[in-house]
């Protein structure tokens, strides 16, 4: 079992930065891949980024490339978002998950994931 709990989201204006964090409970954080979702009222949750239990590889959806960078720190138990340029459609709830995603699909989506966190929302404005 591992609990998540999202933290640092708020709002920024447009070309700012926030960072993100995942704080998780149970022994097992370091065997399980990580992800970040985000949500908007309406619509699915979309994937964000994504990082291999030993932080070996990293995802990214097209839409934050070069722009977020996901990373994590075993020893804590914390999977980070930084996220810079931000722009007003970057704004949504977000999400932690921690699974054992197998496939790039199972990695880009939400059925990968067998724990979430709360949510976060960040609000970006123009």
């Known amino acids: 079992q591992v609990q998540l709990v999202e933290s640092g989201g708020g709002s920024v204006q447009a070309g700012g930065s926030l960072r993100l964090s995942c704080a998780a409970s149970g022994r097992t954080f370091s065997s399980y891949a990580m992800g970040w979702f985000r949500q908007v009222p309406g619509k699915e949750r979309d994937f964000v980024a994504a990082i291999s239990w030993n932080a070996g590889r990293t995802y990214y959806a097209d839409s934050v490339k070069g722009r977020f960078t996901i990373s994590r720190d075993n020893a804590k138990n914390t999977v980070y978002l930084q996220m810079n340029s931000l722009k007003p459609e970057d704004t949504a709830v977000y999400y932690c998950?921690?699974?054992?995603?197998?496939?790039?699909?199972?990695?880009?989506?939400?059925?990968?994931?067998?724990?979430w966190g709360q949510g976060t929302q960040v609000t970006v404005s123009s």
């Open positions: 998950a921690a699974g054992l995603p197998i496939t790039t699909a199972q990695r880009m989506g939400a059925d990968g994931y067998k724990y």
